[in-house]
C-alpha cells in the first residue's frame, strides 16, 4: 500500500470512509444485537444505540449479522482499534485464498490438454487475478464479493473430489455471503435442467453441474441451496420492515434503471464500463470539462490516462475471447467458470444502476474470468510458437504486458 500512496493519486482516498463505515456498522451490531433483525447500517452514530421505536434517521443496510459476523468476533474480542488493523488483513488473506482458488481451479482445467508446467499456469493466473483493477478495488474497502467467490470455488473444489455435502454446505454460505450472486447461480443450474424439455434428447447438466452425478434430487439440492438465502432475507425484510427503517435504501426498480432519474446511471453502457477496471471520468482529475482549457500537461494525462483504461477495456475483451476458447476444450473448464460468466452477464444486464455506479465489489467476480481468459490465451501462444523453449519466453513479455497495465489502471481507480 506505500507504493500506492506515493505513486496512485486516486487510489486511496476512500480508505478511511470504508474504514469508518465498517466501525459504525460492526459497532451498531455489537450494541443492539439482533434486536433490529440483524440489520445494521452505514451512517455516523453516537454510541449506536437505538431506543425502543426510534428508527428515523437511521440507514439500515440490507446486510446482515451473518455477513459481519467475522468482522464483528474482531471488534467483540479486540475493539475498534483490533477491526482497523485486522479488518483489512481478514480481507487481503480472503482475496488471496480466492487467487490460490482460481489458479488450482484453472490448473485442473488444461493439465490434461497443455504441455506447458502447470507451475507456470497456476503463477500466471494467480498473478493476473490478484494485480487486475478490479481485486485493487476490493484492496481498497472489501465488499461480500470476496466470501461469495471464496465459499464458491471451495465448493466446486467439494464436489470435483466427491465430497457432495461439503459442496453444499459451501455453496450455502456463497450463497448468505451475497445472496444475489447465489440467486444467479441457481437460476443458470434451474434453465441447465429445464433445457432438456424444450430439445428432446439434450442433457447438458452432466456437462455444466458442479457435481459428477445423474440424480435430480442432487441437482435440486445444489440450487435449493444457492436460493435459500435470497428467500430468507426477502422474507427477514418482509417480516422485519414494521419495525425497522430502511431509511433510503434503494428500490429494485431503482437499482435496475428503470424507476426514476438517476444522473449516475449509465444503462447497459454503464453497467459494462468496469471492463476498463475504472472510470474514464478519472482522467478528468477534477476538471471537469474546464480541461479542455488546462494546460498542456494536464491534457497529456488525460489523454494518456484515457488509453490505459481503453487498453484495459480492449484486453478484457480478449479475456471473454480466451474464457469461450477454454471452456470450449475443457469440461472442468465448463464447471467452473461458466455458471460465473452467465451469473455476470444476468447481472449486467438486469442491475444496469447498480453496476453502471459501483464498478466496485460486483466488479469483482470479474476478475475470476479474466485471470483464467488470459491464461488460456497464453497457454495458445505457447503452444503455436512450435517450440517450448520460445513459448515461454514470448509469453514473458505478453503476461508483464498485462500486469503492469493492470497495475498501472489500479492507480486511476477511485472506490468506484
Not at 447438458?204 to 453441474?209: C, V
Not at 414494521?242 to 434503471?257: A, K, N, Q
Not at 471537469?288 to 484515457?306: Q, R, V
Not at 520460445?390 to 514473458?396: A, D, E, L, W
Amino acid at each position: 500500500m506505500s507504493f500506492m500512496t506515493l505513486h496512485a493519486p486516486l487510489g486511496l482516498n476512500w480508505m478511511d470512509f470504508h474504514a469508518e463505515r465498517m466501525v459504525t456498522g460492526v459497532s451498531f451490531l455489537a450494541e443492539n444485537g439482533l434486536n433490529q433483525f440483524g440489520f445494521t447500517m452505514w451512517q455516523l452514530c453516537t454510541d449506536c444505540v437505538l431506543e425502543s421505536g426510534v428508527t428515523e434517521g437511521v440507514y439500515h443496510s440490507s446486510l446482515h449479522a451473518i455477513n459481519i459476523s467475522p468482522y464483528l468476533l474482531i471488534y467483540l474480542f479486540g475493539g475498534k482499534e483490533s477491526l482497523l488493523i485486522f479488518g483489512p488483513m481478514l480481507d487481503k488473506f480472503i482475496i488471496f485464498l480466492c487467487g490460490v482458488l482460481v489458479a488450482e481451479l484453472m490448473i485442473k482445467s488444461v493439465q490434461r490438454i497443455t504441455k506447458l508446467d502447470i507451475f507456470l499456469i497456476g503463477t500466471a493466473c494467480f498473478s493476473l487475478f490478484v494485480v487486475s483493477p478490479w481485486v485493487y478495488k476490493i484492496f481498497l474497502g472489501g465488499w461480500w464479493e470476496i466470501y461469495f467467490v471464496l465459499f464458491y470455488l471451495s465448493g466446486l473444489f467439494a464436489f470435483q473430489n466427491a465430497k457432495f455435502k461439503l459442496g453444499l454446505i459451501f455453496f450455502l454460505f456463497a450463497g448468505f455471503a451475497q445472496s444475489v450472486w447465489g440467486s444467479w447461480l441457481a437460476f443458470f443450474y434451474l434453465l441447465i435442467i429445464l433445457i432438456p424439455l424444450v430439445f428432446k434428447g439434450y442433457d447438458a447438466s452432466s456437462k455444466f453441474f458442479p457435481a459428477d452425478n445423474k440424480s435430480n434430487n442432487q441437482k435440486l439440492l445444489i440450487i435449493a441451496v444457492l436460493v435459500f438465502p435470497q428467500l430468507f432475507f426477502v422474507i427477514l425484510t418482509m417480516i422485519s420492515a414494521p419495525y425497522v427503517e430502511f431509511g433510503t435504501s434503494s428500490s429494485l426498480f431503482w437499482r435496475m434503471g428503470i424507476s426514476g432519474e438517476d444522473t449516475h446511471n449509465g444503462g447497459i453502457i454503464g453497467a459494462l464500463q468496469f471492463l476498463g477496471g475504472s472510470r474514464f471520468t478519472a482522467c478528468f482529475g477534477g476538471y471537469g470539462t474546464g480541461i479542455f482549457s488546462a494546460g498542456n500537461m494536464a491534457l497529456i494525462g488525460m489523454y494518456n490516462c484515457m488509453f490505459s483504461i481503453f487498453g484495459m477495456t480492449l484486453i478484457s475483451l480478449i479475456s471473454v475471447a480466451g474464457l469461450y476458447l477454454l471452456v470450449r476444450s475443457s469440461n472442468l473448464a465448463a464447471k467452473f467458470f461458466l455458471p460465473l460468466a452467465f451469473a455476470i452477464l444476468m447481472f449486467i444486464g438486469v442491475f444496469q444502476q447498480s453496476l453502471s455506479v459501483h464498478l466496485m465489489g460486483y466488479s469483482f467476480i470479474f476478475a475470476v474470468l479474466f485471470a483464467a481468459g488470459i491464461s488460456k490465451l497464453i497457454i495458445l501462444l505457447f503452444e503455436k510458437t512450435g517450440s517450448n523453449v520460445m513459448g515461454i519466453i514470448f509469453s514473458v513479455p505478453c503476461l508483464a504486458g498485462i500486469l503492469i497495465l493492470s497495475i498501472r489502471v489500479s492507480m486511476l481507480s477511485s472506490m468506484n
